[in-house]
């Protein structure tokens, strides 16, 4: 991933030049939350991502979820991309959690860039 100066009025790199898509913002939290929900395969509760206009998740972690403390401790950026391991590949960022399937359809991973956390998030057949 190239660093490149922008203006302030343009869109960065990822979605101007590749065509990532902002899909959401997830938050980590430590307090329990209106409506969260339990995935117990990846050990965590999420709340907001359905109801948010922002596309705001709130991400709260079982104390033995095995996922990097920077994911469970620093807010993240999750972009929809059309093939992901050609994302991962072309990219050249530290993968932080490998490419799995949080749900039916869905392929995910966590990358590293300059300290953040940015999770890309591939859909199949929707």
């Known amino acids: 991933m190239k660093g490149m100066d922008r203006k302030d009025y343009e869109p960065p790199d990822v979605t101007a030049r590749l065509g990532w898509k902002y899909h959401h913002l997830g938050i980590p939290t430590r307090e329990a939350r ?6 117990p395969r990846l050990k965590m509760h999420v709340s907001g991502f359905s109801t948010s206009p922002f596309g705001i998740e709130w991400m709260r972690f079982d104390d033995d979820c095995p996922f990097a403390e920077i994911v469970k401790t620093v807010p993240h950026v999750a972009f929809a991309v059309d093939d992901l391991d050609r994302e991962l590949a072309a990219c050249g960022l530290e993968v932080l959690c490998e490419p799995g399937a949080p749900s039916q359809g869905v392929r995910a991973a966590m990358v590293l860039h300059n300290g953040a956390p940015i999770e890309l998030i591939e859909f199949k057949g929707r």
């Open 34 to 39: 209106p409506g969260e929900v339990h995935l």
